[in-house]
């Protein structure tokens, strides 16, 4: 039985919208390095967290894309978390061998918890510096794309009365 497409595009711009209106969930995780991640610690800054795994081709090349975005916006926050954290070693080894120097986060259940279970890799989100999320979609991101994203300025909040 096919769609009918604007059936399919009304439903998308639904989706879209109410992901837009919703407010980011909260997220306090820690890296391997032991350092604590907390989105009410980054207003101000925009965040970016990228889901990836060490069997995904496309998120192997996207890294180094990523991580040379990270250097040269140190403002932005940016978080790596591997979904395929059963050996923490071997996640962390073939990290460092694939470019990835940015704060890394094992995917475990409490984290898929808090940030929920991705449904493809790679998977990017973007939070604004109001921790409004601006992004999130499956597929690669390039270090061109993360700029123009993380360039756009934010709205400020309407003042109150």
């Known amino acids: 039985m096919k769609t009918n497409p604007l059936l399919r595009l009304s439903r998308l711009a639904v989706t879209a919208f109410l992901v837009s209106a919703l407010p980011a969930a909260a997220f306090d995780v820690t890296d ?5 991640h907390r989105l009410a610690d980054y207003q101000g800054r925009w965040v970016v967290i990228n889901f990836w795994a060490t069997w995904c081709v496309p998120c192997i090349q996207e890294i180094p894309e990523i991580a040379a975005f990270q250097k ?11 979904m395929d954290a059963e050996n923490a070693a071997k996640v962390k080894q073939f990290a460092k061998k694939v470019g990835h120097d940015y704060a890394l986060v094992l995917g475990d259940e409490p984290v898929e918890k808090q940030l929920g279970d991705q449904r493809a890799l790679p998977t990017t989100r973007i939070y604004d510096p109001a921790g409004k999320v601006v992004y999130d979609r499956p597929g690669r991101v390039s270090k061109k794309f993360l700029e123009d994203v993380t360039a756009k300025p934010v709205a400020a909040p309407p003042a109150k009365a």
């Open 32 to 36: 391997t390095q032991g350092n604590r």
């Open 72 to 82: 040269e916006h140190p403002r932005v926050v940016v978080i790596g978390v591997a």
